[in-house]
């Protein structure tokens, strides 16, 4: 089994990544990062990468509600119906030309990438993203390269943001797990 059809097998609603892990604290860290003027109820665009089967995408837009929220994933197989959140099946961010967005995140995506493909969607986020967005990336600061398991030290992740043309960029260690830091770049 290659590492898309791995994650693809996981990326089901029945699937826990770590029981100690709650939605409140992945929300409180996603939303640390969000763009200032979100919170004050602008209408606005906010981009999640690697939705799954949107339960963040979900919650995101229920705090949001004048936003368009938007989720992309690989498998359209796993959108919810019926939601306050869009979907939208996607292989590239490109293929969303035409959008641009105030804020993108994403949670327990990057660590499964590639680092040709975490590069990528630096760059992809910062071409998607309107002036002054945030592109909020949790992460694991780690030198492990393995079949699932690609961890980008915090230095190669900044290196990536600034050639991407992020000119401020913030690291924190979550609230949510230990070996989680997030990433924060402002264009």
């Keep these: 089994m290659n590492e898309r059809d791995h994650w693809?097998?996981?990326t089901r609603d029945d699937f826990v990544e770590d029981e100690s892990v709650t939605l409140f604290n992945i929300?409180?860290?996603i939303e640390d990062g969000l763009p200032p003027w979100l919170?004050?109820?602008e209408p606005g665009r906010i981009l999640e990468i690697g939705c799954g089967y949107g339960r963040l995408t979900e919650r995101i837009a229920?705090?949001?509600p004048k936003c368009e929220v938007l989720g992309v994933d690989i498998n359209k197989k796993l959108f919810p119906k019926g939601g306050a959140a869009k979907y939208r099946r996607c292989d590239s961010l490109l293929d969303l030309r035409g959008?641009?967005?105030d804020a993108i995140y994403s949670v327990t995506v990057f660590q499964h990438l590639t680092f040709e493909q975490?590069?990528?969607y630096i760059h992809e986020s910062y071409m998607m993203l309107k002036k002054d967005g945030v592109l909020r990336v949790q992460f694991i600061d780690d030198d492990v390269d393995g079949f699932l398991d690609h961890h980008a030290s915090v230095?190669?992740?900044e290196f990536w943001m600034r050639s991407a043309g992020f000119t401020s960029i913030r690291f924190d260690q979550g609230s949510v797990h230990p070996q989680w830091i997030w990433m924060t770049g402002v264009k």
């Design 8 to 10: 693809l097998s996981l």
């Design 27 to 29: 929300l409180s860290d």
């Design 39 to 41: 919170a004050y109820d």
């Design 62 to 64: 229920q705090m949001y």
């Design 99 to 101: 959008y641009s967005f």
């Design 118 to 120: 975490q590069m990528v």
């Design 155 to 157: 230095s190669q992740m």
